[in-house]
């Protein structure tokens, strides 16, 4: 699936400005962070392209010119964004066991959770150091501290989604809304600051910042949970991520919270019993994947996607943004629930 033009448009600068942050870093710590963003392979020889879908950044930049602002101006918060998710990837491979992401080895299974999580802490860092950039792009300096505590707030609500996230393996008893909690902190926190910085840097404006914000956080609902489809249903050649791991690991995805709480009786009882058990095995995970086809948990999980994509596109509705970047952003928005990848 291609992904929409607004993606390639700031590809090259956001590129840029992250390697303008990296420059210099000459530890072989930075060698596994350039690895991670997919610039150089295992040997640190350079690659073509880069890492992952740049959502984040793009979302930025595009908050940035929806306020009438100059998106080169909000290229350090674009590059801080981009940088904070992809610790929280390194860290997260880690978290969940999984060995491949974008289709490639994860930095722990190459060199150890010992080194990944001292890369992954080093790169939240830099993302701190990324955006005090704003300073040379004329940002006043409460601007600028304003943005580093938007920045830090939503890390520590991505942090605190991890630990929901890593506390529910463990449990039956989650439900929606216990389920929502735990990704309105571990993906729409950092989507909704990602928006809310761009308009920051771009306007005084705090209903229009506050609406785009609402855009971002809605969109990270619909974006995790049509997340979670893929991570069941989605072909692997497409995400580049191990199929079926969610369901070894016990997550409660959102296909799972919602079988256990429609299934009664025995049927109820066959899944309890296989999350309960010691393994999770190809059996296990096949009897799993027949209960939720048989709840019409996929069906479901995609009329909720719609649903808080539709909330997103509302909170941008009444407010006054370019015509150009609206449009971007409502293609974006549309695109993101049909993803493959
Ligand atoms: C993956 O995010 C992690 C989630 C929050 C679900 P992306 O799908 O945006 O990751 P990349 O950067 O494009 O690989
Ligand atoms: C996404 O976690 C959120 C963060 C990494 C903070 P998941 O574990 O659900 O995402 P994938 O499927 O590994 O990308
Ligand atoms: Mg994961
Ligand atoms: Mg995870």
């Known amino acids: ?25 000459q530890s072989p710590l930075y060698d596994m962070m350039r690895y991670h963003l997919g610039w150089v392979d295992a040997q640190g020889r350079p690659l073509p392209g880069s890492g992952g879908k740049a959502l984040r950044s793009t979302l930025c930049l595009l908050a940035c010119e929806a306020v009438d602002g100059i998106h080169h101006r909000a290229l350090p918060a674009a590059a801080a964004v981009e940088l904070v ?3 929280s990837l390194i860290h997260d491979d880690i978290q969940d066991d999984d060995r491949e992401r974008r289709h490639r080895p994860t930095v722990w299974s190459i060199w150890g ?16 150091l990324a955006l005090s950039r704003l300073g040379e792009n004329g940002i006043s300096g409460e601007k600028q501290l304003r943005a580093q505590r938007i920045l830090d707030e939503s890390c520590l609500r991505l942090i605190e989604g991890q630990y929901l996230d890593i506390s529910y393996e463990s449990r039956l008893d989650i439900v929606v809304t216990d389920y929502l909690e735990m990704i309105d902190g571990k993906t729409a926190a950092l989507m909704g600051c990602s928006l809310e910085l761009g308009a920051l840097i771009g306007t005084d404006d705090e209903s229009v910042i506050r609406g785009l914000w609402g855009f971002g956080r809605n969109l990270g609902l619909a974006f995790q949970i049509r997340d979670d489809i893929l991570g069941i249903w989605g072909d692997q050649k497409e995400t580049g991520k191990p199929l079926g791991s969610d369901i070894r690991r016990r997550k409660k995805s959102f296909p799972i919270v919602y079988a256990l709480d429609k299934m009664a009786g025995e049927v109820k009882t066959d899944l309890t019993s296989i999350y309960q058990s010691e393994v ?13 086809d048989d709840v019409g948990a996929q069906r479901y999980a995609q009329k909720m996607v719609e649903m808080y994509r ?14 150009a970047a609206r449009r971007d952003l409502e293609g974006l928005a549309h695109f993101l629930v049909e993803r493959n990848s």
């Open 113 to 128: 959770k010992p080194q990944a999580i001292n890369a992954g802490t080093a790169m939240r860092v830099l993302a701190s």
């Open 1 to 25: 699936m291609k992904l929409p033009p607004a993606f390639e448009r700031y590809r090259s600068e956001v590129d840029c400005e992250l390697r303008a942050v990296l420059a210099e870093r």
């Open 280 to 292: 999770i095995d190809e059996a296990g995970t096949l009897a799993v994947l027949k209960i939720l």
């Open 85 to 87: 998710h992809n610790f």
């Open 310 to 323: 539709d909330k997103a596109l509302g909170t941008i509705d009444e407010l006054a943004l370019m015509p």
